[in-house]
Every structure is written in structure tokens, then in C-alpha cells.
């Protein structure tokens, strides 16, 4: 699975960015689509996934209520709205895809820049 993350930027507290990621190169139907984040000085972290097929949702609890992570089967992306951003929301945030019942994310994008001003 080749993953491409984009929407990455600069925007002030309470602000809001997307974030999309394109996938490509496998059926998507087994996997789960993760985004994760790591900000600086921090070890990275779980921040959203979905089941691609059913479109089951999962949030950290930092974030819940305020992003939304969904997918579009037929152009095989997956979204993630961030509203109500905060300075700590501030990361590289990277978009990864594994197998349904893996522990660990084995396929990776680069990583795409979110800084929140204060």
C-alpha cells in the first residue's frame, strides 16, 4: 500500500485544517487506516483510524469531538478534519494502513506539518 498525505499548514488556535491521504497499490477492504502524529521532543501517537470496510471510527481521547476521520471508497482516500485545533495539537502527522487484527501500522506516508499558533 502506497500512502500520500497532504493539507499540512499553519493556522491559529481554534482554527481548522484537513488533512488527506491517497491511497493506492492494494485492495483496501482488509485494512485499517490509521493517522498518527508526532510532535517534537514526543514519541508518536495514535490519533485516529477507520475500518475501511465497514466505516468503523476510532479517536484518542485528545481528540475526540474535535476531528473526524472518514473515507471516500471510490477515490481511496481518507480524511481527517481537525477542528478547534490546539497549540498542542501541533505534529508531523503521518497517514498508515495495516491489516485488520495487526498491532502495528506497517505501511507508512511521509508525514505532513500541522503548527497551531497560540
Known amino acids: 500500500v502506497q500512502l500520500q498525505a497532504s493539507g499540512g499548514g499553519l493556522v491559529q488556535a481554534g482554527g481548522y485544517l484537513t488533512l488527506s491521504c491517497q491511497a493506492s497499490?492494494?485492495?483496501?477492504?482488509?485494512?485499517?487506516m490509521g493517522w498518527l502524529r508526532q510532535a517534537p521532543g514526543k514519541q508518536r501517537e495514535f490519533v485516529a483510524s477507520?475500518?475501511?470496510?465497514?466505516?468503523?471510527?476510532n479517536y484518542a481521547d485528545s481528540v475526540r469531538g474535535r476531528f473526524t476521520v472518514s473515507r471516500d471508497k471510490f477515490k481511496n482516500t481518507i480524511t481527517l478534519q481537525m477542528n478547534n485545533l490546539k497549540p498542542e495539537d501541533t505534529a508531523l502527522y503521518y497517514c498508515?494502513?495495516?491489516?485488520?487484527?495487526?498491532?502495528?501500522?506497517?505501511?507508512w506516508g511521509h508525514g505532513t506539518h500541522v503548527t497551531v499558533s497560540s
Open positions: 477507520i475500518l475501511w470496510s465497514p466505516s468503523r471510527t
Open positions: 498508515a494502513a495495516k491489516m485488520r487484527g495487526e498491532s502495528d501500522y506497517e505501511h
Open positions: 497499490g492494494r485492495t483496501l477492504s482488509m485494512y485499517v
